[in-house]
């Protein structure tokens, strides 16, 4: 039995490395713009419910500070969480910087998914969504959720 289930996880990461290398081989300059997503476009695509916020951060990183329309995930559950994202949306996914979200967002690609992740991070995000921009967003955002529900 013990054997059988470590053929099996060999075989799956060799599958996982093939797929990793056939992306990695069609990586061209579209791919790499259309990886990635800015605070302004992604503020947009929230308010009208064409986008799904994933932060990746730690529960604990989470809980310290949020912006309260992401989902947390942290990046270690993700696997298992994966019914959580919503197939009709655009998955962005997000951290401070962009180190976990690009990780999130290659392994979501990998997945099927149609997916971006966060350029200027959370902390960019915050940053833009300061003053006037904070109180259109939130309003805009919680106008679409009502319709949507």
């Given at each position: 039995m013990k054997r059988v289930f470590l053929i099996l996880i060999f075989f799956t990461l060799s599958l996982w490395?093939?797929?990793y290398d056939a992306?990695?081989?069609s990586f061209t300059y579209e791919e790499r713009k259309d990886m990635k997503i800015?605070?302004?476009e992604l503020s947009v695509m929230l308010e009208r419910g064409t986008?799904?916020?994933i932060d990746i951060r730690f529960k604990?990183?989470?809980e310290a500070w949020h912006m309260p329309y992401a989902i947390n995930i942290p990046i270690n559950e993700l696997p298992k969480r994966l019914?959580?994202?919503d197939k009709s949306k655009l998955i962005v996914t997000a951290c401070p910087h962009k180190d976990r979200a690009i990780m999130a967002?290659?392994?979501l690609k990998l997945k099927g998914y149609n997916t971006r992740y966060l350029v200027d991070g959370l902390i960019g995000l915050a940053e833009f969504l300061r003053g006037d921009n904070a109180k259109e967003f939130i309003e805009e955002y919680k106008l679409i959720n009502m319709k949507s529900n």
């Open positions: 490395a093939q797929s992306y990695l081989n800015r605070s302004v986008a799904q916020l604990e990183e989470y019914a959580e994202l967002r290659t392994y």
